[in-house]
Structures are given as C-alpha cells and as structure tokens.
C-alpha cells in the first residue's frame, strides 16, 4: 500500500518505440534516486543533458534530467524527471534501476492524485488532464484546457459561496426571530434564491455542452435484417465501414463509428439485425445488439419504407419483451424505391423521417437531427468540459434549489429551506472535491492513464 512518504514512478509517454521516452519520480526519495542515475547535481528547472548509469556504472542511455523540488511541482512533492530515448527495453531497464532504489510503480492517475491530495488543482482540474488527453475534436480540448485553468471551478465555488450567504440569512432568521426584520417573509431570501437558481441553470447548461462534446452520444441502429442498418452507418460516417450485402443476418456483431457533428461526437453502433435465427452466432450478435440498445442515448430505428407498420408495431414484432423508450427515432430507409421525400421530419410520438441511405438522400438532415435532439449548441461561449457526475450533481443540487423554494413559498419553513440549502452546497462541493467520498476518488483517479 503506498503512502504519501512513498516515492513513485512511471513511464509518462505511451509504451512502444518512439523518439523521445520520459519516466518521471514524485515523492521524497525522487532527488536521491534521480541523482545517483544521472549524476545530475539537482539544480531546481535546469534541462541537464549527459549520460544515465544503472547501479553498476554501466551507463543506459543519454538524454535530459529535470528536477522539480516540491511544493512547486505538479504533485506538490519533489519531480525529477528523465527524458530519453525512447526505446521500449531502454526505458524498462531504467524503471527497474529506479525501482531497485526504493521508488514504486505509479498506479493509473496517482500523479495527478497526489496534486489533488496536495491542493495543487481540485477534483474538477484533475479530471480535465484526462478530459485534455482524451479530447477527440478541437472544441472539446479547449473545453478541457479551460477547465484545467480552473473556469468550471470558479463557477462552481462562486454558487457554494451564494449558498453560503443565503444561509446565513436563513440561519439568522431561524435563530432570531425576534429580530424586527424578517428576512424569510420581507422576500430577501427569496430573491438570493432566485439569483442562484438562475446562475445555477447558466452553468448546467454549458456543462451540459462539455459533458457532451468530451462523452459524446451514442447513437443506435436497430432493425430487422435487411433494413439498411449497415448501409446507414457507413453514410453517417463517411466510409465503408460495415460490410453491405443483401443477404440477411449479414451483421453478426455490433460495430461502431465516430463521426463529429460541429465538434459533437457521435458513436454510432450498427446492430445485427433483430429477428428469430437459428443460427448460434447470429444469435450471440443479436443479444449484443439487445444490449447496446438497452445503454443507447438514441435510438434509430430503421424501417424499410416499404413496410406499413408503426413505430410500435415494428418495435413490438422486433423486441415484444422490452417497452419501447422514449428517446427512438423511426427512420424509414430506401425512399429511392418509392419516391417518398427524404429528410423531412414528421413530429409525433415517436419523430418520424425519411431517407435513402444508399444514395444518400436525407443523411445530412438526419445528422443535424441527431445534433438538434440533445440540444448540442455549437456557437455557445465559455465552454468548460463536463462529466456525467459532474451533471448529476448540479441536476441534484437544482433539484434541492427548486424544493426549497417550494418550502419557502408555501410551507414558510426556514428550517427546510436550510436543510435543502445545505445538501444542495455538499452537492456543489462534490464536483471540486470539497466533499466527496474516498471510493469516489478511487473510481474517478483509476480511469487515468499510467504517468499521469
């Protein structure tokens, strides 16, 4: 078990070969150990070049030295770093001279852990290094940039500081009551609540877009066989990516492509097509296919235009078990053999359009419908990236807001409003890691990168 007086390692750059290679120590043993390796005398922010020895004096590789002392690091603790060449077996051999001196291989994120731990970023900073490497469109890593400089956390610690000072408002009113003023019945209260309801609703909105253009959604093709689903799939993305024949059961699996819309990232999974088969791995693909529809965000379900059923019926006669949601889209394929208008959006209980996925009539309007359906707006400003929990707990905090109000507004009780106040504050505080649980940071550091 590694404690914080526990030195660390890793290999910071990805494994394999490559021009450059980088291993980097944290902790109070970093210096001692980057030193006695490269004879580098540990001059603070000085790039030193020269050769790195294993214990032995046999010299590994040449290349630059730098070294960090703490708190002014990234982890807050003494850095030393080696940049190498970047030869798989090189670096190996120099991570087993740094771990027979005493230093312990990183777990994933456990860098960016220890500057969390350290007050050198909050939770919300920490996480958008990850949101920053994994960015899949230039939106999404400016989003990340501007979270890692701290914006959605200023946003976040601005609503707990108006909780705060409502509280004490509240509080001062419950405790004094025989004061002449009356904060809970003058409306004071209830416009600071109000103010914070609406900042509240401005930062869920742009990190309802963050959440969106880092996680993206995904975006099911469901149908029976035949239908087009494949033939779908590779007009959204652009490419042939899924194998097009007339013979049913074609698909056997489920594959998936990303396309971006304006910076927003679609996974869009094409689905064995749903029917009765005897045929064992068939079978197995259709089950896949049960399951990605079951954790879809959308759902487009593809109809042959020549067929007459409904959006129920056709869910009905391909899944009768499962209760069709609320989040499908029935999308009639093939219009190029019935003449019907492609890319017109019929409204209803289930929106209805048209297309030809072969000739590719429609698809342009299907992918602005599939942009417009989550409410993803590219031209908004001040974007910051955003996960789901970080989603959950503003909509909980929201939830909170909107409950107290009601207390306040018809129950007049301050006791209530200030219990909501409180909870929706510890809501806020989860998402820079004020408040927020060990088992949460072990799932949330643990979904990193090695080195980072």
């Given at each position: 078990m590694q404690t914080p007086n526990t030195t660390i390692c890793a290999q910071t750059t990805p494994p394999g070969s490559g021009g450059v290679g980088i291993i980097r120590l944290s902790g109070p043993q970093a210096l001692a150990i980057g030193k006695q390796l490269s004879r580098n005398g540990g001059q603070?922010?000085?790039?030193?070049?020269?050769?790195?020895?294993?214990?032995?004096?046999?010299?590994?590789?040449?290349?630059?030295?730098?070294?960090?002392?703490?708190?002014?690091?990234f982890t807050?603790?003494?850095?030393?770093?080696?940049?190498?060449?970047?030869?798989?077996?090189?670096?190996?051999?120099?991570?087993?001279?740094?771990?027979?001196?005493?230093?312990?291989?990183?777990?994933?994120?456990?860098?960016?852990?220890?500057?969390?731990?350290?007050?050198?970023?909050?939770?919300?900073?920490?996480?958008?290094?990850?949101?920053?490497?994994?960015?899949?469109?230039?939106?999404?890593?400016?989003?990340?940039?501007?979270?890692?400089?701290?914006?959605?956390?200023?946003?976040?610690?601005?609503?707990?500081?108006?909780?705060?000072?409502?509280?004490?408002?509240?509080?001062?009113?419950?405790?004094?009551?025989?004061?002449?003023?009356?904060?809970?019945?003058?409306?004071?209260?209830?416009?600071?609540?109000?103010?914070?309801?609406?900042?509240?609703?401005?930062?869920?909105?742009?990190?309802?877009?963050?959440?969106?253009?880092?996680?993206?959604?995904?975006?099911?093709?469901?149908?029976?066989?035949?239908?087009?689903?494949?033939s779908l799939l590779n007009a959204l993305s652009g490419q042939d990516r899924a194998i097009v024949t007339?013979?049913?059961?074609?698909?056997?699996?489920?594959?998936?492509?990303?396309?971006?819309?304006?910076?927003?990232?679609?996974?869009?999974?094409?689905?064995?097509?749903?029917?009765?088969?005897?045929?064992?791995?068939?079978?197995?693909?259709?089950?896949?296919?049960?399951?990605?529809?079951?954790?879809?965000?959308?759902?487009?379900?593809?109809?042959?235009c020549r067929e007459t059923q409904t959006p129920d019926q056709l869910w009905q006669s391909l899944l009768p078990e499962q209760t069709m949601p609320e989040h499908v889209t029935l999308v009639r394929n093939k219009v190029d053999l019935t003449g019907e208008a492609a890319g017109q959006l019929l409204d209803g209980p289930v929106p209805i359009m048209a297309i030809s996925a072969k000739q590719g009539s429609g698809i342009k309007e299907l992918r602005q419908y599939l942009k417009d359906i989550v409410g993803y707006q590219s031209t908004l400003e001040g974007g910051f990236s955003a996960r789901r929990r970080h989603l959950d707990a503003l909509q909980r905090a929201a939830a909170l807001l909107q409950q107290g109000a009601d207390q306040l507004a018809y129950q007049k009780a301050g006791e209530l409003l200030a219990e909501d106040l409180r909870l929706a504050q510890d809501c806020l505080s989860e998402i820079t890691g004020q408040f927020t649980s060990d088992d949460l940071l072990g799932r949330?550091?643990?979904?990193?990168?090695i080195g980072k």
């Open positions: 603070p922010r000085y790039a030193h070049y020269g050769p790195i020895f294993d214990q032995q004096g046999q010299q590994i590789d040449a290349g630059i030295t730098l070294y960090f002392p703490g708190p002014d690091s807050g603790e003494d850095v030393f770093e080696f940049q190498g060449h970047g030869g798989q077996v090189v670096m190996d051999m120099l991570l087993h001279e740094i771990t027979q001196l005493g230093a312990e291989l990183a777990r994933p994120g456990e860098f960016s852990e220890r500057a969390f731990i350290n007050d050198k970023l909050d939770l919300a900073q920490a996480e958008s290094i990850a949101d920053l490497i994994n960015a899949s469109s230039v939106q999404a890593a400016r989003n990340a940039m501007r979270s890692m400089q701290g914006e959605f956390s200023h946003q976040v610690d601005s609503l707990v500081e108006q909780l705060i000072h409502l509280r004490l408002f509240v509080e001062a009113a419950i405790d004094f009551p025989e004061e002449e003023i009356d904060f809970l019945a003058d409306g004071k209260i209830s416009i600071l609540l109000q103010d914070v309801r609406k900042q509240l609703d401005s930062v869920l909105l742009v990190a309802q877009q963050g959440s969106l253009l880092q996680e993206g959604m995904r975006v099911v093709i469901a149908g029976a066989p035949n239908a087009g689903k494949s007339d013979i049913a059961g074609t698909t056997r699996d489920t594959l998936q492509a990303t396309i971006h819309i304006d910076g927003l990232p679609l996974h869009v999974i094409d689905t064995a097509g749903l029917r009765d088969s005897p045929d064992e791995v068939e079978q197995i693909g259709i089950e896949r296919a049960i399951d990605a529809i079951q954790d879809a965000d959308q759902i487009v379900l593809l109809q042959d949330i550091f643990g979904s990193f990168c």
